[in-house]
């Protein structure tokens, strides 16, 4: 896993030069802390799939481009509508209870 998480940060660093941005750029633009988007880059620290979306978003290119080829989940991610990106970047933020209550109202929109 730790490998994993190091081409993860090396992707992050690699794109966010290539576009020219800056850790404090992305930062502001995320709402995280400079601090933490360095850990990202340095594989100290892993981010969440909402985390790494607001940040492919915030540099201005893909997800997928952070997990590779190979990865399922860039293949799940690459899928995703951008109100579906827009619920996961919220979801973390929710207390468990929140979430699910908003759970018992899907599957119960589901049923209709």
Do not use: C, H
Not at 38 to 57: F, H, K, M, V
């Amino acid at each position: 896993m730790e490998d994993f998480r190091q081409q993860i940060a090396q992707r992050i660093k690699a794109a966010r030069k290539d576009k020219g941005k800056t850790q404090a750029e992305v930062a502001r633009t995320t709402g995280m802390d400079q601090s933490y988007i360095s850990r990202l880059e340095n594989a100290t620290a892993e981010g969440t799939p909402s985390q790494l979306i607001a940040i492919a978003r915030a540099i201005g290119v893909p997800v997928a481009r952070f997990y590779g080829e190979q990865d399922d989940r860039a293949v799940k991610l690459s899928g995703l509508s951008d109100e579906a990106i827009n619920v996961a970047s919220k979801w973390d933020d929710l207390e468990p209870e929140q979430q699910q209550a908003i759970m018992v109202i899907i599957e119960a929109l589901d049923r209709v």
